[in-house]
């Protein structure tokens, strides 16, 4: 069973910058489209960007033009680029890729921006 494995998280200041990254142990075939997700205390898990297979993306509102979500298939990889990083962005991040086959998801890395 291929596992994700996320990493960057960690703690920022407001206005700074944080580079997520999200590695496969295996390669994932037909895959539909690989996204980040958010989940902040209390709240409900969101998603924040998406990318799907023929490399479209699209983004939640709330992180249009500071986040970025690129994708390595050659290294089975992900990132999320995060930019001008506000406290609201403070949240448990968590990678997703859909297959055909199966739904995977990622432990989670932390991400904590203070004001």
């Known amino acids: 069973q291929v596992q994700l494995v996320e990493s960057g998280g960690g703690l920022v200041q407001a206005g700074g910058s944080l580079r997520l990254s999200c590695a496969a142990s295996?390669?994932?075939?037909?895959?539909?489209?690989q996204a980040w997700y958010r989940q902040a205390p209390g709240k409900e898990r969101e998603i924040v960007a998406r990318i799907l297979s023929g490399g479209s993306t699209n983004y939640a509102d709330s992180v249009k033009g500071r986040f970025t979500i690129s994708v390595d298939n050659a290294k089975n990889t992900m990132s999320l680029q995060m930019n001008s990083l506000k406290p609201e962005d403070t949240a448990v991040y968590y990678c997703?890729?859909?297959?055909?086959?199966?739904?995977?998801w990622g432990q989670g890395t932390q991400v904590t921006v203070s004001s």
């Open positions: 295996g390669s994932i075939s037909r895959i539909f489209d």
């Open positions: 997703n890729i859909r297959s055909v086959w199966y739904n995977y």
